[in-house]
């Protein structure tokens, strides 16, 4: 009985795939059960993927603020900052990105996301353009956000701002290459 019921319920997803019922627009939010699944999927897929990963030390401020001239470049528009609630990129995406100004985030989890991505949700893969080091500082500054007020962000961005003015060294201002991949 449970054979025939399991193989009922593949039976009935199989259908709703192949019928093209389910709307897979952006601009149309998923279903209770599509969007359960799905963070069902994603949460325990990186929490299997995290079990040997160790953070190093996240409070040192040159840390912080490394991290927080990648995020200002990089992640804000998706993820925003204290004073920073809306963006034309983040209204555009589904499932929406989490508010990391407002949610703290484990930072395991903060490493490997931002390190693999995550398929079908607009996160890329910056371990492709970043090392760990660069990565491990966005996750210290990540950590800081909830603390923050707007003006704590300003404060932190606009030095990576004067700092892009006075001498950026590739698109974002700061110190390492980025390498590109060119379609043929």
Known sequence: MVCATLAGGVFLVLLGILSGLYDVGADRPHTAAARTLLAMLRDRSIEHRIADIVAPALDDPARVREGAEH??????DCHLAPGITVSEIRAGLMPRPPNLAQQPIDPRVAFWAIKHGIKASGMPAWGQSHDDD????IVSFVRQLPHMTSDDYRAITAVEASEEHAGAHDEHGHGHEHERAHDQ
């Open 134 to 137: 660069e990565i491990w500082n």
């Open 71 to 76: 995020y200002s470049a990089m992640c804000v």
